[in-house]
């Protein structure tokens, strides 16, 4: 497979932006369902991948395919029944779940002790918790574009992906690839589980 892992240039401010955005489009890819505004915007994106990586480029194109073909109720009704319905979630977005089994475990404390030491909080108004891979990606994207020299800088965002984001996000992405329902969101996940590969080959070659 050819995978040409992302540079991490700082002298390159449009290729960290793009790392950013990326991860923001993720985000709230994974929070909720896209509305007409943000579909629009697929419908006019450009089907190269917003990033350097030929193993990028494939499901960048599927998942701007999917949101073509998409509208803003189909991908609302199959954001719920992935990820909400009654009782149970079909699929969980929560580290805790893929780390520990269950919800509020052991890794969401941790979580939240390393929150607390770059100075980051919950937004009271969000009903998920800080496990949720929305705010993860949110917290990388701050790591990446945000303006605490002290804070934003690669080895924390290595440290940070390293323990958060890495050891369960194929699990995730791996649980909506399997399922029935997936459309749209297969499409998310594919793109993601690329993106996520990408990163850490990326943190790889730091510590080669």
């Known amino acids: 497979m050819n995978t040409v892992p992302l540079r991490f240039a700082p002298a390159d401010e449009r290729e960290e932006g793009a790392r950013a955005e990326l991860y923001g489009l993720l985000a709230a890819l994974w929070l909720a369902p896209p509305d007409a505004a943000l579909l629009q915007q697929f419908a006019t994106a450009v089907t190269q991948a917003p990033e350097a990586g030929a193993h990028l480029e494939e499901p960048w194109m599927q998942l701007v395919a999917a949101m073509r073909a998409s509208t803003a109720q189909a991908a609302a009704d199959e954001h719920e029944a992935l990820f909400h319905g009654v009782g149970k979630p079909e699929v969980f977005a929560y580290g805790s779940y893929y780390l520990a089994g269950f919800l509020n475990e052991k890794p969401l404390a941790a979580l939240r002790s390393d929150l607390q030491a770059l100075g980051l909080t919950r937004d009271d108004s969000r009903i998920e918790t800080e496990d949720h891979v929305s705010y993860l990606f949110e917290v990388m994207r ?8 002290e804070l934003c ?13 890495q050891p369960w996000l194929p699990d995730l992405c791996s649980a909506v690839l399997a399922h029935p329902r997936a459309d749209t969101w297969r499409a998310v996940a594919t793109f993601t589980a690329a993106f996520v590969q990408v990163e850490t080959q990326a943190f790889d070659l730091l510590e080669a």
């Open 142 to 149: 701050f790591l990446i574009a945000g303006d605490d020299a």
């Open 153 to 165: 800088k690669l080895e924390q965002q290595r440290r940070f992906f390293r323990a958060h984001v």
